[in-house]
């Protein structure tokens, strides 16, 4: 499979796209990741399949020994057939477990440190969010890591020449 082409799905099942966070990475060293769910709505869920979500101005805040997801935004669903209001950016809670709550919330209070949805994809039919605990990068790391980045692909440009 070629670089380009996206991955088909078996007969009748959709190819759900994966959102990522690349300001994240971009903005943030992040020394550990893991995995949460998500507690949505409905209509929320078809949103997301779609790809209509938006969570590069997230983060997660940790209060009364629960996670919640702030700043993210889920467009209402088109097909929607209730005439409920629609909040598209309300905190949403994150399913960990308890101890997993308590070991983040005492790294957060940790000088810098924050946690960010680093991307969303679905397992087994449920929306799952990736978690990354991250300290800010300075202006003059996020200029190293764009020159390592160069630096990278140049030399896999130069490799890639020599095999032709």
């Given amino acids: 499979m070629s670089r380009k082409e996206k991955p088909q799905a078996k007969e009748g099942r959709r190819v759900t796209p994966t959102i990522q966070n690349r300001k994240a990475r971009h903005d943030y060293f992040i020394t550990e990741s893991l995995e949460a769910g998500i507690a949505l709505k409905g209509c929320e869920v078809k949103s997301i399949r779609e790809g209509k979500i938006q969570i590069h101005d997230a983060y997660v805040r940790i209060k009364d020994g629960e996670a919640w997801l702030v700043g993210c935004h889920i467009s209402p669903y088109k097909n929607q057939n209730t005439f409920e209001p629609y909040n598209a950016d309300r905190e949403r809670k994150l399913l960990l477990k308890k101890r997993q709550i308590i070991k983040l919330g005492a790294q957060i209070m940790e000088k810098g440190m924050t946690l960010l949805p680093l991307k969303i994809y679905f397992s087994k039919g449920m929306a799952k969010l990736e978690l990354g605990l991250g300290k ?24 890639r020449g020599e095999r032709e």
């Avoid at 800010?136 to 440009?157: F, H, M, Q, T, V």
């Fill in 136 to 159: 800010g990068k300075r202006l003059y790391d996020k200029r190293e890591s764009i020159k390592e980045r160069d630096a990278d692909r140049e030399i896999r440009r130069a490799l």
